[in-house]
């Protein structure tokens, strides 16, 4: 069955810098897309970066600052987050899907992995 395994949040400081991970396995055929979405306590979650075929998008609060990329080689996808603000402060998860609708909407996606909490203060 398919397993994405996050790792890589933590604590840090205002301003500071964080890379996340996730390693996917136990697929036959490959995503189309992957990427990271992330909830505050009370909030929807909302998509922060993804990765279809090679083509990344965005959302709107972290453009300029997060970086996703992949290495297929690895099936990881890496999210670099740098700049960062106590709004970030959030689970964040990882996802996968075959043929997402809106590349940023939770909803479109399949897989999820179990999340990594990222704290800015």
């Known amino acids: 069955h398919v397993q994405l395994v996050e790792s890589g949040g933590g604590s840090v400081q205002a301003g500071g810098s964080l890379t996340a991970s996730c390693a996917a396995s136990?697929?036959?055929?490959?995503?189309?897309?992957m990427g990271w979405f992330r909830q505050a306590p009370g909030e929807e979650r909302e998509g922060v970066a993804v990765?279809?075929?090679?083509?990344?998008s965005y959302g709107d609060s972290v453009k300029g600052r997060f970086t996703i990329s992949q290495d297929s080689a690895k099936n990881t996808v890496y999210l670099q987050m740098s700049s960062l603000k106590p709004e970030d402060t959030a689970m964040y998860y990882c996802a996968a899907a075959f043929f997402p609708g809106s590349r940023l909407r939770a909803s479109e996606y399949d897989y999820w992995g179990q999340g990594t909490q990222v704290t800015v203060s």
């Open positions: 990765i279809c075929n090679g083509i990344t």
């Open positions: 136990g697929y036959r055929f490959t995503f189309n897309c």
